[in-house]
């Protein structure tokens, strides 16, 4: 069935915050996302404060970057959120966008070798699934000690989506993700979605099945001229050719993404929040089919 998720942008203070969390619910979206990013509030505490603002509506990161942190502090920070949250947080992870080399110095912290962040990102889906296992664990019993907070009443980790389209890392999410998100440049097209999720497939066997598929959108509608910065000519962005960016009314949006989940399996659609209004007419169509 369709899902659908708002990736949130900035806002002036913590009302805005709010506010574009509960547009969001109401616009019939069933997550609220928040981007890895130091332009915006930190994305575990920035996603539970969406989460208490609202009724129903799930929250997440989109996506944590494990270079950032240590393992077993975002699993922490993961299982509190989801406490917090009444079991509705969706832990995104990733190894690192190559220009968060930045970033990284930004924070005192070294931009390890590609390798590296991927090994950090399947240690830290161990130390989650390590946290819930040992969730009743007695003092001094299991690999957690007693003083790491565990949520005891939690039978089930947070769902993981792991980000990416490298060989290494789609093997890593074909083992361990609940949701993967293709990680494609903004110009990539049907075809190139394709050839990933062959891979994918392949290096998934039986698992393939059970793994929900995401492709987050830039932009939808009238194409805007920013979207030469990423490499898209706006004059020639709204023909579909390019899944990031959707052209057309809601019935023939909502006809090509249904086209497309049928093709690719795609039914997991994510939005920039700029576009949630745009998208909503076709969220109200697709939702739960």
């Known amino acids: 069935m369709f899902r659908f998720g708002v990736v949130a942008s900035q806002a002036r203070d913590a009302d805005e915050w709010l506010a574009l969390a509960r547009r969001a619910e109401d616009l019939g979206y069933a997550t609220f996302l928040v981007p890895d990013n130091l332009a915006l509030p930190a994305p ?5 404060a969406a989460a208490t603002a609202t009724a129903d509506l799930h929250v997440g ?21 989801d406490f917090l949250c009444g079991g509705g947080f ?43 296992a040992h969730a009743t664990a ?27 389209s490298g060989k290494k890392m789609l093997g890593l999410a074909a083992r361990r993700a609940d ?47 920013w979207l030469a910065r990423l490499g898209l000519d706006p004059a020639k962005a709204s023909d579909n050719a390019a899944m990031a960016v959707l052209s057309g009314s809601p019935q023939e949006i909502a006809d090509l993404l249904r086209r497309r989940r049928d093709d690719l399996g795609i039914s997991y659609v994510t939005v920039n929040a700029a576009y949630a209004d745009a998208l909503a007419p076709v969220v109200e169509r697709l939702t739960g089919t």
């Open 44 to 48: 575990v505490p920035a996603a539970t």
């Open 61 to 81: 990161t989109f996506v944590t970057n494990c270079a950032f942190r240590p393992p077993a502090q975002i699993a922490w920070e993961a299982a509190s959120a």
């Open 90 to 132: 969706e832990l995104g992870l990733g190894a690192g966008r190559p220009d968060a080399v930045r970033e990284a110095a930004l924070l005192g912290l070294p931009f390890e070798p590609f390798d590296e962040r991927l090994r950090r990102v399947q240690t830290t889906v161990d130390a989650l699934e390590d946290l819930y």
């Open 138 to 164: 007695e003092a001094g019993e299991g690999a957690w000690p007693v003083r790491i907070y565990r949520p005891a009443d939690r039978a089930r980790r947070p769902r993981v989506l792991i980000a990416g």
């Open 179 to 225: 949701i993967v998100a293709l990680g494609l440049p903004p110009t990539a097209g049907e075809d190139d979605f394709r050839t990933k999720l062959a891979t994918l497939n392949i290096l998934a066997g039986d698992r393939f099945d059970d793994i929900e598929l995401n492709v987050n959108l830039a932009a939808v509608g009238e194409p805007p001229p």
